[in-house]
Antibody, heavy 115, light 107 residues
């Protein structure tokens, strides 16, 4: 049974860079896309991007200029960096595995951007 | 970008009633449509994949149907534990997108 542990700073100032990491336990790391998804408080879901085991990435064009997703296969971890954060980026950030739909999901990290 | 339009946005339902949520795609997506349930303060959970395929552990009262542009999630005989927001998601074309969600409240 695949499980995630995700971590990273939860409070950022405007213009700072978000850095989150998701560790994958209990399953194969290869053969899947590993995704980041966010959800502003009280709102819907937005796909940020994903990375394969081999390092191939896909990004949402709306965030592409600010996003980097990387993978460390030696640790079964993948990471998200989102630069130039603003209040509009305040959200719960989830990691998830995508073979078909997203399954499973991490517990989420609330990231607040405030001066 | 494929836009997914869910309806209704909100539904207040009595236990044991049947719930139908629709998701319409802005262009054909074959059967690459998936449904999620998100309860308050929890991560979303995959309920149905590829429009109609059930997941292990998901109660049989949840079912999905549809192909192309029009999809439906049905909850037969709603239970109190089904109070949640339901989202559809398409994996046919990048960027991956979600519907706006349907909140189901128990009367």
């Amino acid at each position: 049974q695949v499980q995630f542990q995700q971590w990273g700073a939860g409070l950022l100032k405007p213009s700072e860079t978000l850095s989150l990491t998701c560790a994958v336990y209990g399953g194969s790391f290869s053969g899947y896309y590993w995704s980041w998804i966010r959800q502003p408080p009280g709102k819907g879901l937005e796909w940020i991007g994903e990375i394969s085991h081999g390092g191939s990435t896909n990004y949402n064009p709306s965030l592409k200029s600010r996003v980097t997703i990387s993978v460390d296969t030696s640790k079964n971890q993948f990471s998200l960096r989102l630069n130039s954060m603003t209040a509009a980026d305040t959200a719960i950030y989830y990691c998830a595995r995508r073979p078909d739909g997203f399954d499973p999901w991490g517990q989420g990290t609330l990231v607040t951007v405030s001066s | 970008e494929i836009v997914l339009t869910q309806s209704p946005d909100f539904q207040s339902v009595t236990p044991k009633e049947k719930v139908t949520i629709t998701c319409r795609a802005s262009q054909p997506i074959y059967n690459k449509l998936h449904w999620y349930q998100q309860k308050p303060d929890q991560s979303p959970k995959l309920l149905i994949k590829y429009a109609s395929q059930s997941l292990p552990g998901v109660p049989s009262r949840f079912s999905g149907s549809g192909y192309g542009t029009d999809f439906t999630l049905t909850i037969n005989s709603l239970e109190a534990e089904d109070a949640a927001t339901y989202y559809c998601h398409q994996s046919s074309l990048l960027p991956l997108t979600f519907g706006g969600g349907t909140k189901v409240e128990i009367k």
